[in-house]
């Protein structure tokens, strides 16, 4: 028997640096369908993170707060309050918050191939380098298991 569904049953906040990630559905929640959560980033934040792309899986942002500003295959996009762009498997993509408002966003993941592991991973990695970029071998590693590949030339911005 299937276990009865719940409000939010993974929730949980991980942070890395600036950013905030508060999971609301994992792919143990979802039988591996989906994965859910929110994406917070302080105003003004252009993110260190490397561009990358997502091998197999889509990502679909949903913007709740403020304006992220998504940088997809070279064309900047910005997400407000109430638009959504889903990025393709295989483009690459990272965001920047240029703005003077915290964003938040919705990140709909599927199938849930990234979720919550990846980024206590990430975290453990970007805290090992005490204030300094986080070893790029293990960065590549990290990404590789969870569906992503280092974008070429890495690049500026996050997630």
């Given at each position: 028997m299937a276990?009865?569904?719940?409000?939010?049953?993974?929730?949980?906040?991980?942070?890395?640096?600036?950013?905030?990630?508060?999971?609301?559905?994992?792919?143990?929640?979802?039988?591996?369908?989906?994965?859910?959560?929110?994406?917070?980033v302080p105003a003004g934040q252009k993110l260190a993170a490397p561009a990358h792309k997502n091998d197999a899986y889509e990502e679909t942002l949903y913007g709740i707060e403020g304006t992220l500003t998504w940088?997809?295959?070279?064309?900047?996009?910005?997400?407000?309050?109430?638009?959504?762009?889903?990025?393709?498997?295989?483009?690459?993509?990272?965001?920047?918050?240029f703005g003077a408002v915290d964003a938040k966003q919705l990140a709909i993941v599927t199938p849930a191939i990234m979720g919550p592991a990846y980024f206590r991973e990430a975290r453990a990695a970007v805290d090992a380098a005490a204030g300094g970029p986080p070893d790029k071998a293990r960065m590549i590693e990290i990404f590789r298991r969870?569906?992503?590949?280092?974008?070429?030339?890495?690049?500026?911005?996050?997630h």
């Amino acid at each position: 028997m299937a276990k009865p569904s719940t409000v939010n049953p993974s929730e949980e906040i991980i942070r890395i640096g600036p950013l905030g990630i508060r999971f609301l559905l994992t792919g143990a929640d979802t039988n591996g369908s989906v994965s859910v959560f929110e994406v917070a980033v302080p105003a003004g934040q252009k993110l260190a993170a490397p561009a990358h792309k997502n091998d197999a899986y889509e990502e679909t942002l949903y913007g709740i707060e403020g304006t992220l500003t998504w940088t997809i295959d070279g064309e900047a996009i910005d997400v407000g309050p109430g638009q959504a762009v889903c990025i393709p498997r295989g483009a690459v993509h990272r965001f920047d918050n240029f703005g003077a408002v915290d964003a938040k966003q919705l990140a709909i993941v599927t199938p849930a191939i990234m979720g919550p592991a990846y980024f206590r991973e990430a975290r453990a990695a970007v805290d090992a380098a005490a204030g300094g970029p986080p070893d790029k071998a293990r960065m590549i590693e990290i990404f590789r298991r969870h569906g992503m590949t280092i974008a070429a030339g890495g690049g500026q911005g996050g997630h």
